[in-house]
């Protein structure tokens, strides 16, 4: 079980910071094709940080998202999307190009944050997810569950978030 009361995530200067309370639904690396094409989007802005890790896998730390609030810097946020009508966005801090969050259009009821923008205050890696699209060559650590696609236990986390919601908790 991950032990959190609260956490900040900041951006690299600073300008953006969200509070995230309470304890995160899970903390994961995903291998998807979205996610690395949004990570290479991210990386490809003038002074980004790396978003991917070094095996190909963006490293996420999953809320809920009525337990995320923007504190500092609303306004420099930005979405970015893949495609026009994706209801993914891939939010940034536009001062300085950090990738922030990962939320959705279409009323999921979590927020991704950027792993890195914990810093060392980051829950320990609980799972991988879709390994089956790392990229060619890399190899997935073994340190943690590995999973094909989004297994069992990623989406009984979610499904248990969604009731903890629903029922006020």
């Not at 600073?14 to 094709?33: A, D, W």
Request: aromatic fraction near 8%; hydrophobic fraction near 45%; proline fraction near 7%.
């Amino acid at each position: 079980m991950l032990a959190h009361a609260s956490l900040n995530a900041f951006c690299i200067c600073g300008r953006v910071v969200l509070e995230l309370k309470g304890v995160p639904i899970t903390s994961l690396v995903c291998y998807c094709n979205d996610c690395q094409a949004g990570a290479r989007q991210i990386e490809a802005l003038p002074g980004a940080p790396l978003v991917q890790t070094p095996d190909g896998g963006t490293a996420y730390i999953v809320y809920r998202k009525d337990r995320v609030q923007t504190i500092k810097g609303a306004n420099l946020l930005k979405g970015l999307k893949l495609r026009p009508a994706s209801p993914t966005n891939r939010v940034i801090a536009s001062c300085c190009n950090a990738a922030m969050f990962l939320n959705f259009d279409d009323g999921k009821h979590w927020v991704d944050i950027y792993r890195e923008r914990a810093g060392a205050s980051a829950p320990t890696l609980e799972m991988r997810v879709c390994t089956k699209f790392a990229p060619i060559g890399g190899s997935v650590p073994g340190d943690v569950p590995g999973y094909a696609g989004y297994a069992l236990p990623f989406l009984a986390k979610l499904i248990g978030a969604k009731l903890a919601m629903l029922f006020g908790r």
